[in-house]
């Protein structure tokens, strides 16, 4: 009887390790390559606090993703293209895997799009990266979603446009791109190209240095130039300069229209009473009266478990848009869990089936509490982007009004400019194009 007790004990000890080993692998791991230290450290910390409030409030709420738990590990990049890739290979085969990546970072998605295709990670790019990945033929493993650079310049346009009274008002009128100077500032100049021969406006490209503490020459420039409209393509510290760099030089802060990266709480507040009337585009909702946002407050931070350490920018713009990237993130698994197995942990290529079979209609937004929190969204093997709405947004002073109805670019003119794109990047790398009517 000893020798049988002494053989058992053992015997329970490997099933029970066993057990543990079932439980630890039922966590879906997602790799977060953040930033929230140097220049952009307030954009960072406040999309990152959200998408991990999410993450954490479906594990509190739900107990994860029909029973998969989500996990995640933060790797700081300082918003730095070599260090966003040492993040990124550091941390895609921990938890077995990662799901999914979103950099957060337009030059940081350009480093990656090639190792994505080799280890089979699906990259999320929500209202950033590279535009011409729209095109799921090319870019199998590239989703810029919900809505593009690309598309955000066409509304701009539309925006203006419906200002001046009609596409008819713009022939003559001078527009000036103030851009951060990378390829994320660069990403829309063919686009406001484009509408410039078609409606007959002026057209000029400035760049401003990183991280763009100093625009001086720059607003010289502009008062020479003497812009109808300014856009303004900025980041971090560069938007609230400019804005303040605006005021001192007497440009009309009414004709200073926004990226969606240059319209948080984070750029308008530091520049005081010079940020009153300014306007952005936006593709989500903020408010910290959101009844989402208000759920995560009581399911996460009540229980003290929230990212975000002042609390008063929950509910802010990034960190509502957090929440998106959040939702984008557990709805692909949970899509992917459909036709995979629920309550299974996912691989990247079942998440990647996942993403481009997402339907996020007015009706499933609404069950996830999220109804006009962000536009309806419906993916395909072809069309990575699926949205492209835009609404714009002012500030008040004290909060950011929506002003406008989502805005739909025009659909034909941009996947004709991505095809030509993605097709050219096709043939110097020679990828076969996919046949997405053989994809289900």
Same mark, same amino acid.
């Given at each position: @009887?000893?020798?049988? /007790?002494?053989?058992?004990?053992?015997?329970?000890?490997?099933?029970?390790?066993?057990?543990?080993?079932?439980?630890?692998?039922?966590?879906?791991?997602?790799?977060? +390559?953040?930033? $929230?230290?140097?220049?952009?450290?307030?954009?960072?910390?406040?999309?990152?606090?959200?998408?991990?409030?999410?993450?954490?409030?479906?594990?509190?709420?739900?107990?994860?993703?029909?029973?998969?738990? =989500?996990?995640?590990?933060?790797?700081?990049?300082?918003?730095? #293209?070599?260090?966003? !890739?040492?993040?990124?290979? $550091?941390?895609?085969?921990?938890?077995?895997? *990662?799901?999914? %990546?979103?950099? =957060?970072?337009?030059?940081?998605?350009?480093? =990656?799009?090639?190792?994505?295709?080799?280890?089979?990670?699906?990259?999320?790019? +929500?209202?950033?990266?590279?535009?011409? *990945?729209?095109?799921?033929? !090319?870019?199998?493993?590239?989703?810029? @979603?919900?809505?593009?650079?690309?598309?955000?310049?066409?509304? @701009?346009?539309?925006?203006?446009?419906?200002?001046?009274g009609g596409d008819a008002k713009m022939k003559g009128k001078k527009l000036v791109h103030l851009y951060h100077d990378s390829a994320y500032g660069k990403e829309p100049i063919g686009v406001f190209q484009a509408y410039a021969k078609k409606?007959?406006?002026?057209?000029?490209?400035?760049?401003?240095?990183?991280?763009? #503490?100093?625009?001086?020459?720059q607003w010289q420039q502009i008062r020479q130039i003497k812009p109808d409209y300014v856009i303004l393509w900025g980041w971090g510290v560069m938007n609230p300069t400019a804005i303040k760099t605006a005021q001192r030089t007497g440009f009309p802060r009414e004709k200073l229209i926004?990226?969606?990266?240059?319209?948080?709480?984070?750029?308008?507040?530091?520049?005081?009473?010079?940020?009153?009337?300014?306007?952005? *585009?936006?593709?989500? %909702?903020?408010?910290?009266?959101?009844?989402?946002?208000?759920?995560?407050?009581?399911?996460?931070?009540? /229980?003290?478990?929230?990212? @975000?350490?002042?609390?008063?920018?929950?509910?802010? !713009?990034?960190?509502?848009?957090?929440?998106?990237?959040?939702?984008?993130?557990?709805?692909?698994?949970?899509?992917?869990?459909?036709?995979?197995? /629920?309550?299974? %942990?996912?691989?990247?290529?079942?998440?990647?089936?996942?993403?481009?079979? +997402?339907?996020?209609?007015?009706?499933?937004?609404?069950?996830?509490?999220?109804?006009?929190?962000?536009?309806? =969204?419906?993916?395909?093997?072809?069309?990575?982007?699926?949205?492209?709405?835009?609404?714009?947004?002012?500030?008040?002073?004290?909060?950011?009004?929506?002003?406008?109805?989502?805005?739909?670019?025009?659909?034909?003119?941009?996947?004709?400019?991505?095809?030509?794109?993605?097709?050219?990047?096709? /043939?110097?790398?020679?990828?076969?194009? $996919?046949?997405?009517?053989?994809?289900?």
């Amino acid at each position: @009887m000893l020798h049988r /007790k002494n053989l058992i004990t053992p015997l329970i000890g490997l099933v029970l390790a066993a057990s543990a080993g079932v439980a630890a692998a039922q966590e879906q791991f997602v790799p977060l +390559l953040s930033y $929230r230290v140097g220049a952009y450290a307030s954009g960072g910390s406040g999309i990152f606090g959200g998408y991990i409030d999410y993450m954490s409030y479906i594990n509190m709420k739900e107990g994860g993703v029909n029973g998969v738990k =989500l996990a995640w590990e933060e790797c700081e990049t300082e918003y730095n #293209n070599s260090r966003g !890739v040492e993040c990124y290979e $550091r941390l895609k085969k921990k938890g077995g895997g *990662a799901a999914l %990546v979103q950099p =957060l970072s337009t030059g940081i998605t350009y480093s =990656l799009i090639d190792r994505v295709v080799v280890d089979k990670v699906p990259m999320v790019t +929500l209202g950033y990266g590279r535009t011409d *990945a729209a095109d799921g033929r !090319v870019f199998p493993w590239v989703f810029p @979603m919900i809505t593009t650079y690309w598309s955000q310049a066409d509304a @701009m346009v539309k925006f203006i446009a419906k200002k001046e009274g009609g596409d008819a008002k713009m022939k003559g009128k001078k527009l000036v791109h103030l851009y951060h100077d990378s390829a994320y500032g660069k990403e829309p100049i063919g686009v406001f190209q484009a509408y410039a021969k078609k409606l007959g406006y002026e057209f000029t490209a400035i760049a401003v240095p990183h991280p763009g #503490n100093e625009q001086s020459s720059q607003w010289q420039q502009i008062r020479q130039i003497k812009p109808d409209y300014v856009i303004l393509w900025g980041w971090g510290v560069m938007n609230p300069t400019a804005i303040k760099t605006a005021q001192r030089t007497g440009f009309p802060r009414e004709k200073l229209i926004g990226v969606w990266w240059a319209g948080a709480e984070e750029d308008v507040i530091p520049a005081g009473a010079a940020s009153k009337g300014y306007t952005t *585009a936006a593709f989500n %909702v903020s408010g910290d009266k959101l009844p989402l946002v208000q759920d995560i407050k009581k399911v996460v931070y009540a /229980k003290g478990k929230g990212n @975000m350490e002042d609390e008063s920018r929950v509910g802010s !713009v990034l960190h509502t848009r957090g929440i998106v990237h959040g939702i984008i993130t557990v709805e692909a698994i949970r899509k992917a869990q459909e036709k995979y197995g /629920k309550g299974k %942990v996912m691989t990247g290529e079942q998440v990647r089936w996942g993403l481009e079979n +997402l339907n996020l209609d007015e009706a499933r937004l609404k069950a996830l509490n999220a109804a006009g929190f962000m536009p309806p =969204l419906k993916m395909s093997c072809a069309d990575h982007e699926g949205s492209g709405l835009v609404k714009f947004q002012t500030w008040d002073g004290n909060q950011w009004k929506v002003i406008s109805d989502w805005i739909t670019p025009d659909k034909k003119m941009l996947r004709d400019m991505i095809e030509e794109s993605s097709t050219k990047f096709a /043939k110097e790398k020679g990828i076969t194009l $996919r046949d997405c009517s053989k994809e289900s």
